[in-house]
């Protein structure tokens, strides 16, 4: 079995992670088709319906990933201190 790498991120938070993005997609009338479809157009990526399913489902997004969808989706990741 492969050795995991400190900065993978958990079962629980890959799961969390991907409740919330569903849960932004409803919120906005967006399905994941439509999600990848707007991410092939506005950024020029290869992002299929599949392939953005497993990522959230392995909790595998890229950080611009995210910050990408949330753009699509009409919000924004916002850091500050705890």
Do not use: F, H, W
């Not at 009338?29 to 707007?38: P, R």
């Not at 290869?46 to 497993?54: D, G, H, P, V």
């Amino acid at each position: 079995m492969a050795e995991e790498n400190k900065s993978d991120i958990t079962k629980e938070e890959a799961e969390t992670l991907k409740r919330q993005l569903r849960s932004y997609m409803v919120a906005q009338g967006y399905t994941i088709e439509k999600v990848a479809n707007e991410l092939k157009e506005r950024y020029k990526t290869k992002e299929s319906k599949n392939n953005l399913s497993n990522k959230l489902a392995r909790g595998s997004l890229r950080y611009i990933d995210v910050q990408r969808i949330c753009n699509i989706l009409g919000y924004t990741i916002e850091i500050k201190p705890r």
